[in-house]
């Protein structure tokens, strides 16, 4: 079993920036492919970025050239740089660990950004 847990969310205004962490129990971090989805008030949930165990990234194209995802395998840690926020960032964003079919999820993080 896979414990998550997301942190750094919080309300910010159009154009600032946040980081987001997600701190992974399990001794085989570097194994898992690691994403972030975020879920708006409404709406499904989305995939954001994710990274694999050999660091290559992936992004939705809403969040190209503003979100950086990285991860620290020493730490079991995954992060989400985000910049230049906008409104329609606002969602509860999801930690996800993904390993052969196993898929675990975080509990969330409030990200909230006022134009």
């Known amino acids: 079993q896979v414990q998550l847990v997301e942190s750094g969310g919080g309300l910010v205004q159009a154009g600032e920036s946040l980081r987001l962490s997600c701190a992974a129990s399990?001794?085989?971090?570097?194994?898992?492919?690691m994403g972030w989805y975020r879920q708006a008030p409404g709406k499904q949930r989305e995939l954001v970025a994710t990274?694999?165990?050999?660091?290559?990234?992936n992004y939705a194209d809403s969040v190209k050239g503003r979100f950086t995802i990285s991860r620290d395998n020493a730490k079991n840690t995954v992060f989400l740089q985000m910049n230049s926020l906008k409104p329609e960032d606002t969602a509860v964003y999801y930690c996800?660990?993904?390993?052969?079919?196993?898929?675990?999820w975080g509990q969330g993080t409030q990200v909230n950004v006022s134009s």
């Open positions: 990274i694999t165990s050999g660091r290559i990234p």
């Open positions: 399990g001794s085989i971090f570097s194994s898992y492919v």
């Open positions: 996800n660990a993904n390993w052969l079919d196993y898929y675990y």
